[in-house]
């Protein structure tokens, strides 16, 4: 049974002076146990450059391999009107440039793609990203899974959510809080914890990278610092796993590693990182996350400056949450977190043209 849908769920600050946040669970019960987490969509019409809203959003990864891994691509439409909606894909299949626009007309709540939609021309063991661009403002969510194998229709307990980014948002400075290597494995044939870093160029051409990681001291892993650069033509994902060519000095992995990393670039880029784990056969061991701008970052306060403590809970009026059911989710075969032991690397350098139109008006089924 499929107990996907879609709705929309609006929480509004009954004061307008109070920063919120509001964060959302994915569950799946029509296979194997699926669970994701992504951020609500900000809203700031006062401030839209500081949002999750444009007309021109990039979503940092999509995939469609036969081993299973697929992603599911969700628009949601904030315009006063129906919207004409593109999500355009860019990427290799095997080394084969791939440049494919899925187009939709009047849209006026929201719009699912699986890169398993067979009635699209993705191609097979494709890796890349996906521009979606519209007259209206609109936000995104990108979704990724994983089936037993291409179409089985079987999913594995891999299921994860993260932000698309509006284009404007890109910056040359974010921070990963969370990143793994070979940390606690559970057996000698166990790999542990670990992550992948992607790097997404915001203009689609390329860019000087540099990645930084520093361990926690009391880890039991080296604690760095480990600094390393590399060119990033369109896109490219570093796994932390990988024996080289991993985000980490050449020759210098560490073993294991727990810590945090920074991602520098020339150009403004986005950037999301990966945590998953081995340890626990049975379960969603897989997790996403979005980055943190370097304009987000606050400066811890200088040594021995007091912490102003509150003397009392201030009381926040009641907020308003309203639901209205939209259009029912496509059954997304399983959104795919990259795990092979070398890395892939996109490769538009610069903004190529599409080379197939398809007309899909309504939402695909996957």
């Known amino acids: 049974m499929n107990t996907q849908s879609g709705g929309l769920l609006e929480v509004i ?14 569950y799946r019960s029509d296979g194997n146990r699926l669970f994701g987490s992504y951020d609500g969509f900000a809203v700031r019409p006062d401030d839209p450059g500081s949002d999750d809203v444009g007309t021109d959003v990039v979503m940092p990864l999509a995939i469609k391999w036969a081993t299973g891994w697929y992603t599911v691509i969700g628009v949601q439409n904030l315009g006063d009107s129906p919207a004409d909606i593109s999500i355009r894909y860019i990427g290799t299949a095997e080394e084969v440039p791939v ?23 993705i191609p097979l063991n494709f890796i890349g990203y996906a521009i979606v661009t519209s007259d209206q403002p609109v936000a995104g969510l990108l979704v990724r899974g ?57 203009d689609g051409g390329s860019a000087s990278v540099t990645l930084r990681f520093v361990g926690k001291p009391d880890s039991g892993c080296p604690a760095g610092p480990f600094e390393t650069s590399a ?43 990966n945590v998953s784990s081995d340890s626990f056969p049975g379960g969603d061991n897989e997790a996403m996350y979005n ?50 032991t070398s890395a892939p690397t996109e490769t538009p350098t610069s903004t190529p043209t599409a080379t197939s139109t398809p007309t899909a008006t309504s939402t695909p089924t996957v």
């Not at 939709?104 to 699912?112: K, M, Q």
Request: glycine residues 6%; charged residues 15%; hydrophobic residues 35%.
């Open 231 to 273: 060119v990033v033509n369109g896109s490219k994902v570093f796994y932390m796993n990988a024996d080289d060519d991993n985000g980490f000095p050449p020759g210098q992995s560490p073993d294991c590693f727990l810590g945090a990393a920074q991602v520098t670039g020339t150009k403004p880029l986005i950037v999301i990182a």
């Open 146 to 202: 994983k089936q037993t194998a291409y179409l089985s229709n079987s999913n594995e307990p891999t299921y994860t959510a993260v932000n698309g980014v509006p284009r404007d948002n890109g910056e040359e400075e974010w921070h990963l809080p969370l990143i793994y290597r070979r940390h606690q494995k559970a057996s000698p044939e166990s790999i542990g914890w670990n992550s992948w870093i992607q790097v997404q160029v915001a």
């Open 13 to 26: 600050n009954a004061t307008g002076n109070n920063d919120i946040v509001a964060a959302v669970d994915l």
């Open 291 to 340: 980055a943190v701008a370097g304009s987000r970052v606050t400066a811890p306060p200088p040594p021995g400056t007091a912490t102003p403590t509150p003397t009392s809970t201030p009381t926040v009026p009641g907020a308003t949450a309203t639901i209205t059911p939209v259009n029912v989710l496509p059954t997304p075969t399983s959104t795919p977190t990259p795990t092979p």
């Open 99 to 121: 440049d494919v626009i899925i187009p939709y007309s009047d849209v006026t709540n929201v719009v699912f793609h699986s890169t398993y939609d067979e009635t699209t021309p």
